[in-house]
């Protein structure tokens, strides 16, 4: 692999904003130097006047125009998908599988897992993402906040489910805790590693208070499939507002969240307990009804910019680095620091458009002849 260095760019960390040189050395950054300094081994990129930020992390992503996790997909199709994330600047996420049949979610989850799902966050199998575990998003949901989930396939929060479904692969679980009164289904998912996140559920604020005191640590897209805030009862939504323990995940679209109300969850969260997702499918929002979205994480964050709900480097922020640290994938993404992964996109700042992208210290190229072919049928 070549040595590269990335010269003359405006460099975007959770941390800091600074102009420095980015040097890779196969698939890692080697150092992050002054501009004026020599490294005569590398080979220059000019980057100059573009901002330089992490690549994006989506932990909710059902699928897209080419797939959907739920269904059978073919490994040409989820190369395909790879392809088109990393394009867009997502460089690592969780396939999500909504609620169907258990059987169904075992053969897909193995599926994924012999083709890329890879807990050491290695890309194989063709893939351009890396896919580190697999976001369960279901069965065991409320049966009053099902939203598009199938109600004849949810399934209680038990031990004896989670024996059938947490097997390699699984690293998230989207449930309804109030489901499991004793906490005995959470203690056992915990114990197998797998995070929770609330979501789908009808918990009230006893119960959610509950849920986070026992480890709960996320809630899946806020404010969508659950009791909303009321005055007289916030119930799990306003609890979770409220707990600095806590971290939202929400779908900054304009469409399953209102703009104000974006804001209003990074006001009170801050940049530091917020994650974005895009819930994407392949159906999305052209139905007319939020059977996930339409977006890409990098519409997210132009769209938190362009809202005035957050700076880019607190978007950014939101879509990469926090969401490596929920799920302890931070020692090799989500930051531009020596040592991880060469994981970088490249931001034309005046649209915030993304002009390039890197994985694994190389960059993210459509297929020439496929482009070649789409245009001659233009």
Known sequence: MKKLRLVGGQVITPLEVRFADILIDGSLITAIIPSEQSAPAYEPIDVSGRLITPGLIDLQLNGGPSLDFWGKPSEQELQKFTKDQALAGVTTFLPTLITAAVEHLVENIQWLTK??????????????????????????????RPGVHPPEHLQPFSVDILKRLIIDGVLLMTVAPELDPQSEALQFLQSKGVKASLGHSNANGVEAQKAFAEGVSLMTHTFNAMAPLHHRDPGAVGVALMDEQVTCCLIADGLHLAPETVSMILRLKGPRRAILVTDAAKIGTTGGGLVGSSIDLADAVRNCVNWGSASFQAAVRMASYNPARAMGFDEKVGHIEVGKFADLIVWNPADLSVERVFVDGQTVTRDDKAVEAASKNL
């Open 115 to 144: 083709h890329g799902v890879a807990a050491d966050m290695a890309l194989s199998k063709g893939l351009s993402a890396r896919m580190p575990g697999i976001h369960l998003e279901g069965p065991c949901l409320s049966p009053k």
